[in-house]
């Protein structure tokens, strides 16, 4: 998840008022604990094999093969869609705010006010469409870097009258320079930096004010102007943090987000059994992807669906994103209905279905929207293409960054909850059943439990649900 983090949030304590309650409905779900702890294995492994991947890196490229090469074993088609995207246009700009600091200090003393003002005008401009509206600009400067899409169809046994995308996202985000979340590290190296720029902001939007009434309104060299110029030259030495605002590693990003797409990988392989077992869907075609760039702005998914979006989503079919992102914690699941800041749009008719659906089997959970300057998740991109589209994280906006270790180098499998993850599959597989028109109990029919094969044609086997 593109996110940004308060380090000082206050941690949320545990919900007593969460629970997963038993019902009937659940005794037919098939037993999403071995789906959970598949995904989780999946997860480790890949971790094992490809480490950290940064967007548009080698190893992320790679990661994507190995989901590739698990959505082929049962999936009716599939493919790896390579895209070019501007990595380092989406945070690099934060590089170089030191230097246009001291540009915009030497127009302001060379009495050129307005050239200042004009280029934070500029720079803001150009960081609210990166990392507040995720609508990248001038980006023709920046190298171009490869990512990889995947993802797998499958199939309904009638003519498919609904789409339902299930996605994740497979590269991890680069740590940052405060990631231990201290309050004094974000205070000196991002929250301090800001600020004083702000404060030059001020100072050259007064100045051109000034300039243009003939200084009748603010006196050029007046002793409070040259006052607050001395105080701008003495705080810029504070901007320079933010010249190693990120650092070169990575997360190794299993909680957010590769376990996401192991998740999509085992409800594929649980539909394909359902098919497999002569019980497949009626009318609902269901892809599995896994998208590239969502930490440096989204970038995967708004190329994927941009590429795919007609073909599998034709005109006067629905179509369905459900996105997965941060599965860490039960108690914290629930379904987005804004994105990207609080200022996309959502479904908050597919969100509330969504909450509906997991009520409907136990689990305590609801929509909301996501606040302002929380980041943004894939979601944003297939509202933006005209789908019904939510997020389910498993994160609290309020939590600090022991008890969401995102973008930390402790976002390790160890840190996710293998209960989120079961609610997020059971959730996601009675949603299928709800949405395809079958009898809720028909939907979720399985008989025997979750064995690995090297076979891919191997059927997958399940056993009803057990007490937990």
């Known amino acids: 998840m593109v996110r940004i983090h308060w380090p000082w949030s206050k941690k949320k304590s545990p919900d007593s008022s969460f629970r997963k309650e038993k019902t009937a409905t659940q005794d037919s779900l098939p037993r999403v604990a071995a789906l959970a702890a598949a995904a989780l294995r999946r997860t480790r492994e890949i971790i094992g094999l490809t480490g950290s991947r940064l967007a ?35 945070a690099g700009w934060i590089r170089w705010v030191p230097l246009l600091y001291i540009i915009a200090l030497a127009f302001a003393w060379a009495s050129l006010p307005m050239v200042s003002f004009i280029l934070f005008l500029i720079c803001a401009f150009y960081a609210i469409n990166q990392f507040i509206f995720f609508r990248p600009v001038g980006e023709i400067t920046h190298p171009k870097d490869e990512g990889i899409n995947v993802h ?42 800001f600020a004083c720029c702000m404060f030059l902001f001020a100072v050259v939007a007064v100045l051109t004010v000034g300039s243009l009434f003939g200084h009748s309104v603010v006196p050029w060299r007046s002793v409070p102007v040259l006052a607050l110029l001395v105080i701008a030259t003495v705080l810029w030495k504070m901007v320079l943090p ?41 009318g609902t075609r269901l892809v599995f992807a896994s998208f590239d760039g969502e930490e440096v ?73 996501m606040p302002l300057l929380a980041g943004a998740t894939d979601a944003t991109e297939g509202a933006r293409a005209g789908l019904s589209a939510t997020t389910l994280m498993g994160v609290s906006w309020e939590d600090g960054r022991k008890s969401a270790p995102y973008h930390t180098p402790e976002d390790t499998p160890d840190a996710v909850e293998p209960e989120a993850l079961e609610a997020v599959l059971a959730i996601a597989i009675k949603l299928v059943g709800t949405l395809d028109g079958l009898d809720g109990e028909d939907a979720m029919e399985a008989s025997e439990d979750v064995t690995e094969s090297s076979d891919e044609d191997a059927p997958l086997k399940f056993k009803r649900l057990t007490k937990r």
């Open 56 to 90: 548009g890196s080698q190893a992320a490229r790679d990661a994507a093969k190995l989901l590739h090469d698990d959505l082929a074993k049962v999936c009716d088609s599939t493919a790896s869609q390579t895209f070019l995207m501007n990595v380092g246009s989406y």
């Open 152 to 193: 797998g169809v499958i199939e309904p046994s009638g003519q498919a009258r609904r789409t339902i995308v299930f996605s994740g996202h497979h590269d991890s985000a680069r740590l940052d320079t405060f990631s231990t979340g201290s309050k004094k590290e974000y205070m000196s190296t991002v929250f301090l930096p």
């Open 242 to 282: 933010l010249r190693t605002f990120f650092s070169e590693e990575a997360s190794p990003g299993a909680g957010d987000n590769l376990v996401s797409s192991c998740i999509v990988i085992e409800l594929a392989r649980y539909f394909r059994a359902r098919t497999r077992r002569g019980n497949p869907l009626v």
């Open 297 to 369: 702005g989204v970038r995967g998914s708004r190329a994927w669906f941009s590429r795919n979006k007609e073909q599998l989503i034709p005109p006067g079919t629905l179509g369905y994103h459900f996105n997965i992102d941060c599965p860490y914690r039960l108690q914290d699941v629930s379904f987005l209905s804004t994105d990207a800041h609080g200022t996309v749009h959502l479904s908050q008719q597919f969100a509330t279905q969504c909450a509906d659906v997991a009520q409907s089997i136990g689990y305590n959970v609801h929509s909301q929207k």
